[in-house]
Nanobody, 124 residues
Framework: QVQLVESGGGLVQGGGSLKLSCAAS????????MGWFRQAPGKEREFVAD????????DYADSVKGRFTISRDNAKNTVYLQMNSLKPEDTAVYYC?????????????????WGLGTQVTVSS
């Protein structure tokens, strides 16, 4: 059983930056692909970025490409999401998720484990 805990959310002005972290425990971290998803009020959960277990492959939603960077430190059992040039439309609860395998997937239904989320609010 893998447990995931997100941190790093907060309130930031438009154009600013935040770095989210997701600490994992309970499994061999490098065996799991990791994803970041977000959910804004009244909207469905949407894919943001993912990274393979080895870190060799990444994928991004078009809406964040060039602004967000996903990375992982397998020695620290942690995945990160560096968010730059933030926009008010990036406001959401951000969740990290894990799925066994060294691949990338945008599909939320493929992820077996989820954190509780961290709130990101971007003011205009």
């Amino acid at each position: 059983q893998v447990q995931l805990v997100e941190s790093g959310g907060g309130l930031v002005q438009g154009g600013g930056s935040l770095k989210l972290s997701c600490a994992a425990s309970g499994g061999t971290f490098s065996f799991y692909a990791m994803g970041w998803f977000r959910q804004a009020p009244g909207k469905e959960r949407e894919f943001v970025a993912d990274i393979s277990g080895s870190g060799g492959s990444t994928d991004y939603a078009d809406s964040v490409k060039g602004r967000f960077t996903i990375s992982r430190d397998n020695a620290k059992n942690t995945v990160y999401l560096q968010m730059n040039s933030l926009k008010p439309e990036d406001t959401a609860v951000y969740y990290c998720a894990a799925v066994a395998g060294d691949y990338v997937t945008q599909h939320a239904y493929e992820y077996n484990y989820w954190g509780l989320g961290t709130q990101v609010t971007v003011s205009s």
